[in-house]
T-cell receptor
Framework: AQKVTQAQTEISVVEKEDVTLDCVYE???????LFWYKQPPSGELVFLIR??????QNEISGRYSWNFQKSTSSFNFTITASQVVDSAVYFC????????????????FGKGITLSVRP | DVKVTQSSRYLVKRTGEKVFLECVQD?????MFWYRQDPGLGLRLIYF???????EKGDIPEGYSVSREKKERFSLILESASTNQTSMYLC???????????FGDGTRLSIL
């Protein structure tokens, strides 16, 4: 069965610090997708990024960057120069892509990391 | 932008009541999902649907049922509400099963 582990439960930083959120996954499939979502205090989950298992290139989007390493089954998320608006719960998720109709096509979420950025 | 609308932001019901949570999406997405979110447990999938009138059980379907009579609407039904079903319920939709899911604002349901 697939599994996503976000070992950090709560992180608190001061504004402008860099912070890395860790995500480790387990899957038996060779084809899968990894996601990061942000849940601000308002409650709605916001999609941040999707990465497929064949693309190990790191990605940067503004202050956000993602480091995907298949060798360690990790998909870590770094926020550079954090801001108060980054305060949220961040979820990493895994989806296996080998079946259209079976339950294996669902997302498995980690338990989330609560990030607090203090002014 | 995709809009996923959940009918209520907050809901209070009594034990034993039949409860309906409604979700509507406006982007003609094939797939719709219901999750519950509890502190320390993250999001857990209750049911999902990949087509009209089709449904698949998720990780925790017990005590719930779903209905998808129209493509844009996916309803979650608590047949006989119990206090352990007090939770935040999140609806989502996606174009394909491995496409990003778009979430509604959530319904915070309290069962007294």
């Amino acid at each position: 069965a697939q599994k996503v582990t976000q070992a950090q439960t709560e992180i608190s930083v001061v504004e402008k610090e860099d912070v890395t959120l860790d995500c480790v996954y387990e899957t038996r499939d060779t084809t899968y997708y990894l996601f990061w979502y942000k849940q601000p205090p308002s409650g709605e989950l916001v999609f941040l990024i999707r990465r497929n298992s064949f693309d190990e290139q790191n990605e940067i989007s503004g202050r956000y960057s993602w480091n995907f390493q298949k060798s360690t089954s990790s998909f870590n998320f770094t926020i550079t120069a954090s801001q108060v608006v980054d305060s949220a719960v961040y979820f990493c998720a895994l989806s296996e892509a080998h079946s259209r109709t079976g339950a294996n096509s669902k997302l498995t979420f980690g338990k989330g990391i609560t990030l607090s950025v203090r002014p | 932008d995709v809009k996923v609308t959940q009918s209520s932001r907050y809901l209070v019901k009594r034990t034993g009541e039949k409860v309906f949570l409604e979700c509507v999406q406006d982007m003609d997405h094939e797939n719709m999902f219901w999750y519950r979110q509890d502190p320390g447990l993250g999001l857990r999938l209750i049911y999902f649907s990949y087509d009209v009138k089709m449904k698949e059980k998720g990780d925790i379907p017990e005590g719930y049922s779903v209905s998808r009579e129209k493509k844009e609407r996916f309803s979650l039904i608590l047949e006989s509400a119990s206090t352990n079903q007090t939770s935040m319920y999140l609806c989502a939709s996606s174009l394909g099963l491995v496409q990003p899911q778009h979430f509604g604002d959530g319904t915070r349901l309290s069962i007294l």
